[in-house]
């Protein structure tokens, strides 16, 4: 392939970044269209800066891009892919080096991202310098409640607390979340409801909104865990959601409760020099 180049992003417009995201990512695992002020909405989230994010161009053609989130010495790709079109072709590669070394240029140290288990892709970021840190686990809203063990379970009452007492009492449980469960980027999503049970081991993060209604869950322990799922399924009778659920005594009692995910993925990082 001839007139290949790799630009940073920092000069797209949302409606052309919009183009590029639907382009890209048709034919994926799931549906991940997006509109212009979805685009707006996943750039703030993620606090994507552009001027850090690349795109493999063909032709005067993006083919591909990247998109870089920072955070002090951290960051994260928070979306990276390869046009249909011109896939096998040898460009993801050659896209990732490029991204890594901008994130290099910044003063990061490491670099996340998080892959489903059966993405190509997977290949393409071991190779580059990716390693997988942990199993994460996506339970989404048609995931399905299985068959109950033989026991009964009653749940308990959850308080509203603001949001800095759950942070703070999330902190202390050294529970380790995953670059979309991070204090930071859950505040960003604004209108949620903090809930904890009493003894403050345990507690869940609602979002106003019946398509996403659990945010996050924690606990310090198994018991808390108990009593935070129970006490969630019972209050509302939509089919549990939860993203990005780090393999934890939270997975460990939805698992016993017939609760599996509908999907799996890796957390991984890069190490920068």
Same mark, same amino acid.
């Given at each position: 392939m001839k007139n290949i180049r790799v630009i940073t992003l920092e000069d797209i417009n949302v409606e052309e970044l919009t183009d590029i995201w639907n382009r890209c990512w048709y034919g994926y695992y799931y549906d /991940? !269209?997006? #509109? +212009?002020?979805?685009?707006?909405?996943?750039?703030?989230?993620?606090q994507v800066s552009l001027q850090h994010s690349s795109a493999i161009v063909v032709e005067d053609h993006v083919a591909g891009f990247a998109l870089l989130s920072v955070d002090g010495i951290e960051g994260w790709i928070a979306g990276a892919c390869v046009d249909p079109e =011109?896939?096998?072709?040898?460009? =993801? !590669? &050659? %896209? /990732?080096?490029?991204?890594?070394?901008?994130? !290099?240029?910044?003063?990061?140290?490491r670099v996340y991202l998080e892959v489903w288990e059966q993405n190509h892709a997977l290949k393409v970021y071991q190779s580059v310098g990716f390693k997988q840190v942990r199993q994460l686990n996506i339970y989404r809203p048609t995931c399905?409640?299985? &068959?109950? +063990? $033989?026991?009964?379970?009653?749940?308990?009452? %959850?308080? #509203?607390v603001s949001v800095e007492q759950y942070y703070e009492n999330r902190r202390r449980a050294s529970f380790n979340p995953a670059w979309q469960r991070? $204090?930071?980027?859950?505040?960003?999503?604004?209108?949620?409801l903090a809930v904890m049970n009493i003894t403050g081991t345990a507690g869940a993060l609602l979002a106003r909104d019946r =398509?996403? &209604?659990? %945010?996050d869950a924690w606990s310090a322990n198994a018991t808390g865990a108990e009593e935070v799922i129970t006490s969630l399924l019972e209050r509302s009778n939509a089919p549990f959601s939860l993203i990005n659920q780090p393999q934890d005594v939270i997975v460990d009692f939805l698992s016993s409760s017939g609760i599996n995910p509908s999907a799996k993925q890796f957390e991984m990082c890069a190490e920068l020099s």
């Open positions: /991940m !269209t997006y #509109t +212009p002020e979805h685009i707006r909405a996943w750039l703030y989230l993620s =011109f896939r096998r072709k040898g460009l =993801f !590669t &050659p %896209l /990732m080096h490029y991204q890594l070394n901008l994130a !290099t240029g910044v003063g990061l140290k399905k409640i299985g &068959p109950q +063990p $033989d026991r009964k379970i009653s749940a308990s009452p %959850l308080e #509203t991070k $204090d930071e980027y859950l505040k960003r999503h604004g209108n949620s =398509f996403a &209604p659990c %945010l």
